[in-house]
Structure formats: C-alpha cells, structure tokens
C-alpha cells in the first residue's frame, strides 16, 4: 500500500530534550516536505527536499533541523525542543514540487 | 493578501445531499495546481482532487468534483450525496509553478467545517 509513515504519532517531551520525528515513503516521491498545523495559523512549510541530499527552509525553519540522506527517509529534528513547538506535525511527499502531495498520518507533539 | 480564501467556516449539509464548498485563489503564475484535502476529526490529512491550471476539464473523483473556474479564480469542491463519514475540515490548498519560485510549498486557506445531519 502506498503510504507516508511518521513516527510517533504522539509525543509529550520536555524542553531542550533533543527529539526526532521519522518520516517514511514508499512511493519513490523525489519531493518531500514538513509542515505543523496551529490553531488560527493554519498550515505552514517548514522543511522541504527536492531530492537526496538537497534540502531548504521554508517558512517557519527555525529550531529545526532536517536531512536527506535516502530517497525514502526525510526526518524532522528537533535539537532544543521549546513549548512553542507544540503543534500537528506531517510530513508529505509528492512526485514533484508541482502535484498533488501524500500526508502522513501526523505527529501530535507536546513540549512542556 | 490571502493566496487561498475560504469564506465558510462551517457548513451543515443534509445525508445523501449535495454540498458546495467555496474556494478562491490568487496567483500570478499562469502554471499552478489547485488541491482539496479533508481533515477529520482524527487529525489526517487526506488528498482529494486535483486540478491543474491548464486542464481543460473540471477535475472529478467518485464523489468529489472540483468546479474550477479559471477567470473567477475559483476553484469549489462538490461533494455529491453527502454521507456521515464525509464530516471533517476540508481544506482548498495551492501549488504554485516555477514562475513565482514557490518551491513546491503548499498554501492552504483556513478550513470550512462540514458537518453531515443524519
């Protein structure tokens, strides 16, 4: 089945304690991309990778890290976690920058 | 200004009705995909329907169809012979091409509820 696996779908942590968030596709996406989901802010892109190795910010990149070392794995890093990253985390991938995008089933996270 | 605009933030529909929901966009690139995902109430977010700027027909997925109407900017998700499951946020989003150098970010507008009678 074709699908976007993210890992752990909750998470209650504490601030400054390091944390990761995986992110898995099986459909040999090239593009994929990070996003969070706030209350009155809608979506915003944080992360995004064109392909292996190529990453970029997007709008909300701050206090995250990201890499791409497969073509599959696309994780979300999180060096010094603040209460101000509480949010809904996907991940999504998408053959290109230009069609339509597969989301993974989300990442509730709790910083307190 | 909003890229993406929609104006309903709640809709009540009746079982086995059909429902419109608005959708309208701003772009200055003539090459953009318009998308529709729904949310429910478990937090996924799950494709719908596309619509490329250059199709020359309304996008349609079983139940789902996309009334796009390019000179309006709009692009309005029908969902025909609506069913309990189809309560969730739905949300229109947007692509835009290589002109503007959006690098493939989604916008997405802010959501309208549809909640489905019984």
């Known amino acids: 089945e074709a699908q976007v696996t993210q890992n752990p779908r909750y998470l209650i942590t504490v601030t400054g304690k390091k944390l990761t968030v995986t992110c898995s596709q099986n459909m040999n996406h090239e593009y994929m991309s990070w996003y969070r989901q706030d209350p009155g802010l809608g979506l915003r892109q944080i992360y995004y990778?064109?392909?292996?190795?190529?990453?970029d910010k997007g709008d909300v990149p701050e206090g995250y890290k990201v890499s791409r070392k497969e073509k599959r794995n696309f994780p979300l890093i999180l060096e010094s976690p603040s209460p101000n990253q509480t949010s809904l985390y996907f991940c999504?991938?998408?053959?290109?920058?230009?069609?339509?995008?597969?989301f993974g089933q989300g990442t509730r996270l709790t910083v307190v | 200004a909003q890229k993406i605009t929609q104006t309903q933030p709640g809709m009540f529909v009746q079982e086995k009705e059909a429902v419109t929901l608005d959708c309208t966009y701003d772009?200055?690139?003539?090459?953009?995909?318009l998308f529709w995902y729904k949310q429910p109430s478990s937090g996924e977010m799950i494709f719908l329907i596309y619509q490329g700027s250059y199709d020359q027909q309304n996008a349609t997925e079983g139940r789902y169809s996309l009334n796009f109407q390019k000179a309006r900017k709009s692009a309005n998700l029908v969902i025909s012979a609506s069913q309990l499951g189809d309560s969730a946020m739905y949300f229109c989003a947007m692509r835009e091409g290589q002109m503007v150098g959006s690098q493939g970010n989604l916008i997405f507008g802010k959501g309208t509820k549809l909640s489905v009678k019984p």
């Open positions: 990778s064109m392909n292996v190795e190529v990453t």
């Open positions: 999504a991938s998408s053959w290109t920058a230009y069609t339509e995008a597969f």
């Open positions: 772009t200055s690139d003539p090459s953009y995909g």
